[in-house]
């Protein structure tokens, strides 16, 4: 824990990270403007702290409170409270924070630089989850509303079973972490793409055998789909470049990968490796510096949310 306070440390003031001013009750942004790039996060967030969080802000939204909260504006402050440390989280904080924000009080940030830090990293991961979106109502005409924006990448209805893989050894090619995270289902499961984005690069790769990037249009997540089907990985209609929508059909589960040669399976067991990479500068994207985000925690929120 020590190890990582220090690295994060280091990272804040290796970053120079520009303050984005108090957050309190505004609309989290992390855009073009703020230049300065982060070179570590550590999205330790539990599955309580995620679902509390993500409750909070939907239901004030949905109840159209004058003071809406904003859940990664509550995890920064409580990440900053914890330093880190979600285990300490006690949902009597997430009230007070909730109370503090209707009466329009003000919340004490204990450690700004922290809390920035915080806002920045985790605005990267999350800025995209909720929001406003069109949905279909029975009688076929549309209405906008606010709640859960991206989807499960393996559709409701296919069983799949995870675990908290992320930073588990790797051995192919050479030794290192494992940056994603393993979803074991059948060969031939659709996938589904988690976020809107453009589909970056599609085709065969050593390690991930076939695989698709697709990238979010705010150009900060990178989202990497690997092992698919032998044979028919892709869903025929989408190519690289095209715009895609969450939860749309892109491809299927499958073990290849491994392999220099394509299209060949040599994954032992069929999964879905979904990885999520955060890239502040482009130069981030395949330098030395990549920022791989562990999912399990996000991946059990959509479940337990029955998305
Ligand atoms: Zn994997």
Request: hydrophobic residues 35%.
């Amino acid at each position: 824990m020590k190890k990582i306070n220090m690295i994060l440390i280091s990272s804040l003031f290796v970053s120079s990270v520009v303050f984005l001013g108090i957050v309190i009750n505004k609309k989290v942004l992390v855009g073009a403007h703020d230049k300065s790039v982060i070179k570590y996060i550590d999205f330790s967030p539990t599955l309580e702290v995620l679902k509390d969080t993500m409750n909070a802000d939907i239901s004030s939204h949905q109840l159209k409170e004058k003071n809406e909260i904003n859940w990664i504006s509550v995890l920064s402050y409580l990440g900053t409270k914890y330093g880190g440390n979600f285990k300490r989280y006690q949902k009597k904080h997430l009230e007070e924070y909730v109370k503090k924000i209707k009466n329009e009080e003000e919340i004490e940030i204990s450690n700004r630089k922290l809390h920035d830090y915080y806002v920045k990293a985790y605005s990267s991961i999350l800025n995209g989850v909720l929001g406003e979106k069109e949905i279909t109502k029975k009688d076929g005409t549309k209405t906008k509303e606010y709640g859960i924006k991206i989807s499960s990448p393996i559709p409701r209805g296919y069983p799949f079973t995870h675990y908290d893989d992320f930073g588990a050894k790797r051995t192919f090619g050479f030794r290192r972490p494992h940056l994603g995270h393993d979803l074991f289902c059948a060969i031939g499961t659709p996938v589904l793409a988690v976020e809107d984005g453009y589909i970056e690069i599609m085709g065969w790769n050593r390690f991930g055998g076939w695989r698709i990037g697709i990238r979010s249009h705010d150009k900060l997540r990178y989202w990497y789909y690997a092992h698919l089907r032998k044979d028919k990985p892709f869903n025929p209609s989408i190519h690289e470049g095209d715009s895609v929508k969450a939860g749309q059909h892109i491809g299927y589960v499958g073990k290849t990968g491994y392999s220099d040669k394509e299209n060949v399976n040599n994954i032992k067991r069929s999964h879905l490796h979904l990885g999520l990479q955060i890239i502040f500068d482009e130069e981030q994207k395949d330098g030395p510096n990549q920022i791989w985000i562990s999912l399990y925690n996000l991946i059990n929120l959509l479940k337990a949310k029955g998305v």
